[in-house]
């Protein structure tokens, strides 16, 4: 709370004293606060890999260009840093557009199995290398859902490329979907893998955050994908939530609507 005196006086009436002000600005130097700290992690993030470039292709230039071993073996890395520049980038410009309701969702209605059973697809050739067995259950009555496909296909795949990144090899990932009052569903996607510590679950849904920087960084996320799931899982009305157990596994859900909503303009 800010609070401003302000004295006044009135010699004629007699008067004297002060007026004040109370304002409530916890609310907006929060979010000052954080919009700083979101200013400072991009900077930082890209930050990083700029620097790595720039001191590969020094290196480069310095002679490694001729090294037959070493040449390729930096302009791989430059490469892999590019990459993560712009996976970046493309995650930033993704919040962006949800953030100012730019993204318009194009929603229908889709079948849930089949959406489950396609997701699987995408990801069976890495499950196959990591020996994960991924299964799918879907209770009675789960038939369609009101989604724009492709925006919860990226929720989906975010929340799977997470499942996979921290589940050991031989592990499991189940996918599944059942029905909650006020005709929503509920999918989840659950390991078996590290799992999170549960004083670091509060914060898990920020930008940025990782439970591990440095791990997570090595394994190519941005530290962008649970906001971004949770930012679109929102835009269609629903809520999302992480679950998890520390050397037990971890399970994220998230609920949709089954049918057009009311009020909704698009
Ligand atoms: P990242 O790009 O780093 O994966 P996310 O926003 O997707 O960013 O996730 C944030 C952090 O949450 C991760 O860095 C990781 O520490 C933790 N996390 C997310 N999903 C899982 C999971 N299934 N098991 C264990 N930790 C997870």
Redesign the pocket.
Known sequence: IRVTFTPIHRREFGLSGTIAVLQDVTEQEKLEASRREFVANVSHELRTPLTTIKSYTEALEDGALEDPELGPRFASVIQNQTDRMIRLVTDLLHLSRLDSKEALLRKQSTGVLEMLEEVVDRFSFQMQEKEIHPEIFIEDGVDTAWMDRDQIDQVLD??I???M???PEGGKITFEARRVDDGMIAISVK?N????PKR?LDR??ERF?????A???N???????????REIVRAHGGAIT?D?ELGE??T?TFTLPTQEQGGEGK
């Open positions: 975010n929340l490329s997470n499942a990144k921290y589940t390991d893998g590290i799992g999170i670091n898990i849904f955050y990782r439970v591990d920087k791990r997570a960084r394994m190519g996320g941005t530290g962008l994908g649970l906001s971004i799931a992480l998890s596994g971890t994220v």
